[in-house]
Structures are given as structure tokens and as C-alpha cells.
DNA sequence: ATAGAAAGTGTTAAATTAACACTATCTTGT
DNA sequence: ACAAGATAGTGTTAATTTAACACTTTCTAT
């Protein structure tokens, strides 16, 4: 147990100890035609070459692991006011082939039809379903699966399925959205009465255009007035 | 933009990045006497010296953040069969005096009647009730209020309370510890019923011994059983 | 034997959730 | 302009869950 003996003890010179790598990876979940993609982008790298990966880069000498995510939200879609979370950090010390990189992985959530992916990055990014991916370079699928495990959570007690939608939705797309990535049904009426009584919603007084049948009415998400309940103990959970 | 041009590109030799260390820190809560505490180390670096600190370590080069974890708790108690659950990453590039250090922080729980803190660690730890402690070093005051929020969240919707008592509890006990972790207050009858309606404690037939009034019966936690059931669906809430 | 102390126990009203089917409004084609 | 097709939108009732509440039991200490 020698390793153990400076628990929290005074740090050595750099050179004595471990020197690692640090990445973040981010799960960018996108949402379009009632179904949940991911961005990937084609691995360049030996034995994963053509192999999709997740968006990642090194945290760089001035900036926290947060930002590094928001950076590369910005470098894939020129636009950093994204939801974001935190998931878990990954620190097998084989998991990379070329050395020692823990990863702290996020993920996020963009509406699909309203996120325009970047040129430079757009030549090698793919929206992928999230059901149809079977295998990822490194180990980014396991990051994958627990960050997707993780939003089901998070979609189930905090407010943040609006960010996969445009900024204008009927509560049909909002309900088919929970239908889709939970994976549940719910009842119409039920669902309506839910949002209803949450008065998380703005009616914009406003309806679809485009459809060949009754258009609906669209809404926006109220994320002011919904803080302000929740700081006043009003619990989400659909 | 151009340290992002390289996102998720070839890593190059070691020394062309960014090299950081990377710490845990464990959180470590123990219950006694109806008070939440946390385990803390006297601090010997400047300029935090004689501060309490979180346990904390390096990541070793052949061992995964959990690991390193683990193996912090097992210094401390002689035992690793602790919970323990990952928080967050701190990595503001500024966090650490001496240099970059991201560490990945965790929170465990434990009863302090029945944890024995080894000789080699015990000079200097501290068991400190959490209302009390108003400043640590380093940025740990930051990392136990946000692993503490992150207790309360999950005390509320998995079964981990027990991890704080004894091995054989009396529902009493059960039910102040979550009004003092919570800080809220339970009804009694309700409570029981709850626990009861839940089926995850084993009457072990058994009572309280030297106390000067009425002994209550004790009772376990039947983890396997409360595995089998959250299978099936089994949603566990107080 | 009695007093003190905490353990243990059930019922009812209120609130929430689940189940369920029809009418309204738009578009398109004739 | 009328009819057919398609999806939006709406309320009621039963079942379940949660919240509120007070007294009896069992032990110890004197």
C-alpha cells in the first residue's frame, strides 16, 4: 500500500508523477422525424479508421472540461447556447491505443432541423439513429449507452426534452418526442393535462403551417417562469 | 478556432499536449449520533496548511479513476465493499497552486460506529459534521456542497440510506436519518407503511438492546431482493 | 406497582393518476 | 361548395396513492 501513503500529500514536480491525457467526449443527441440520432464523425485513427467516434479534443491548458465541450459544440454547429450535462468520466488505462486519456464525457441536445452543421467540420459528421449504431471506435459506444441511459433519466424529472425540439412544437411533437426516446406510450389526454397544469408552456398563439390537415397549435417552453417554480419546489416528472 | 481544427484527430506524441494530472477525491460521509459528518485530512500544503481537506489521491498508471478511489477508502477503513458513487469533474485550470490537476470527484457513505479508521490515516482524520464546515482547502468546500446535493438527490430515489447505519437499524433510525440528510420531516405511520409496501427490509427477529424504554425491532436490508424487484420495475422514492 | 419513554399500529379524506371516445378544424380532391 | 380524409383538441370517472392524524403496547427504572 506504499501508493497510498501520500494520500493528499504535497505534489511532486510534474515529471513524478503519473502524466495523462485529458479529452472530453460529447454525445450530441439530435432529434428529426420522430427519431433520436447522434452525431459521429468518421475516425481517422488506426485500428478505428472509418469507424464512427464521437466529437471530442483535448481540454486544453486554459480552459476547464466544460468549456472544451461548449468549444466543440460551437466548432460543429457555430452555436455554444446548447444544453449540456455532465455524465461521467472514463479512465480505463487501455481504453485509448496511443497512451494514457481519460475522458470526461458530456452529452447535449439540438433540434436537427434548426442545427446547421459547420463546413469544416461537415464533411466527415453523420447524424446517425441512436438504434441502428452497433459499433464505435474506441470505447465511445459504452459512452454512448450510459450517456443515453442517463438523458432517459434526466428527460423523466428535468424539463429539457424542448431542446431537441425547434423553439416552436405542437404537444404532439413534444409527446412523440418522450414516446420515442423513453420508449413508453402516453395517453393524449393525459399528457396535455400534465403540461397544462405544469404552465411551463407559452401558447403562441400560432399554428402550423404546412400540413395537409388541422393544423396545430404551436408553443415555446417558458424556461424563466419554470426556474422560478422550481426554485418554489415545482417538481417536473413526466 | 484552431485548437479545434484537430477535433478528434490523431493523437500526437505525449509531450505536443496538454499534460495534467488527474486526482480523485472522495467525499466520504459517515452518520452518527442523528449527524451527517464527512471525513476530512488535515492539509499540509501552503497556502491551505492546517485546513481540512477531502481524501484524495493520483490516478496510478495501471488503475481506473474508480479504482483509485477504492483504493483511498480501503486506506482509510480497511475496507473497499463501501458506496460509492461518482459526482463530477473539477478541472478549472486554476484550481491547484501547483498545477494543473483535474480531479474526479466521488462521494461514499458509511456508518461511523462500524468503520474503524486504520492507524496509518487516523493521526490526522477528522470526522466533522457537515453544518460545520464552512471552509476547506483547495476547492473542496465547493466539491463536498455539490457531492452533498448530489446525496440528497439520490437518497431521495434509491435505496442507499442504509449504507449510512448500522447493519441491523430500527426503522426509527432509518426514518432520522432521512429527515436529517433531507433536513425535512416524516410522518411515522406513513414512513413505515412505505418501507413496509417496498418489501426491502428483513425483520431479523431481533431488538435493541440497553435501551431504557421500549427496544425496537431491527432489521436489515435485503439488497438482492431489492435488485431482483428494481428489475421488475419497482420504483424506489421517499 | 407505577411512571416514564419510545415503539408500534389503522382509518379517512384529499390528491393524483389512469383509462377511455368523440367532436372540431383544417386540407385536398371532385 | 361539398365531401372525405387526417389529425387536433377536449372531460369524466374509477382506481390508486398520498397526507393527516392519536392512541395502545412494551420495555426500563424507581
New binding site residues.
Partial sequence: MESTSRIVQALGPLDEEVKLRCTVDCVIFGYDQEDLKVLTIECNMEPFRGMPSLLGDFVAQDEDADSAAKRILKYCTGNDEIYLEEVKCFSKPDRHPFGRVITIAYYSLVSIPQTILTDAAGKHLNWRSVDEITCMAFDHKEILDTCLKQLRHSLREKPIGFNLLPKKF???QLQTLYEVVLDIEL????F???LRSLNILIDLEE?QRE???????LYKFDDKSFEKKRSNGLKF?I
Same sequence: chains 1, 2.
Fill in positions: 405542437s404537444l404532439k395517453d393524449k389526454r393525459n396535455r393535462r400534465k399554428q400540413v395537409n390537415h388541422r393544423p396545430a397549435k416528472e
